[in-house]
């Protein structure tokens, strides 16, 4: 190929490379400000995955509530964090079932829960709706059956029937 021949390639190239920069940047909003204009990422859920493909961190909706769980290397939850019921809640877990949660239940009590092998609350460490701590056991069939606590600066004790009546109470409680 004669020096003509290249130098002439060589400009049509720079002059193509040149012109199409120009169209580039003339049809398409600049990067930086294209990122200052983007107020939002809609997505339906994200999941982390790790090395091999597993995932190993889930955000999203559950049953239309936020929820993020944290997932062992088997993909079984260890750990999450959400909302239940339209109330904040975390829960650890073993073998696929909860263990320990924290969170507020219905009634308005804030504290922690433990589960059984059926994953049943059966005991619960908090403050209750009026700001009391409170110490709960419950049965199979999450009953309360025995209730020990503070009520406006006083102690009590409670132990409750499986029709959750109570059958003792301390003095005065």
């Known amino acids: 190929m004669t020096n003509f021949k290249v130098c002439t390639l060589v400009s049509l190239m720079f002059i193509s490379s040149g012109?199409?920069?120009?169209?580039?940047?003339?049809?398409?909003?600049?990067t930086a400000e294209a990122q200052l204009n983007?107020?939002?990422?809609?997505?339906?859920?994200?999941e982390v995955v790790d090395?091999?493909?597993?995932?190993?961190l889930s955000l999203g909706l559950v049953q239309e509530e936020p929820m993020?769980?944290?997932?062992?290397?088997?993909?079984?939850?260890?750990?999450?964090?959400?909302?239940?019921?339209?109330s904040p809640s975390l829960?650890?877990?073993?073998n696929q079932r909860p263990i320990l949660g924290v969170g507020v239940e219905l009634g308005g009590d804030t504290g922690y829960f433990v589960f059984d092998k059926y994953n049943n609350p059966i005991a619960a460490l908090g403050v209750d709706s009026n700001g009391g701590?409170?110490?709960?056991?419950?049965?199979?069939?999450?009953?309360?059956?025995?209730?020990?606590g503070l009520y406006q600066g006083k102690p009590y004790i409670?132990?409750?029937?499986?029709?959750?009546k109570v059958i003792w109470s301390t003095p005065g409680s």
């Open 158 to 164: 409670y132990v409750q029937d499986s029709n959750e």
């Open 68 to 86: 993020i769980s944290f997932l062992d290397a088997y993909g079984k939850p260890s750990l999450t964090l959400g909302v239940m019921e339209g």
């Open 19 to 30: 012109f199409g920069a120009f169209l580039t940047s003339y049809f398409s909003p600049n």
């Open 51 to 56: 090395n091999l493909g597993k995932t190993r």
């Open 38 to 46: 983007m107020d939002f990422l809609r997505v339906k859920g994200v």
């Open 133 to 148: 701590p409170i110490m709960v056991v419950k049965d199979n069939n999450g009953k309360a059956m025995a209730s020990i």
């Open 91 to 94: 829960f650890m877990f073993e």
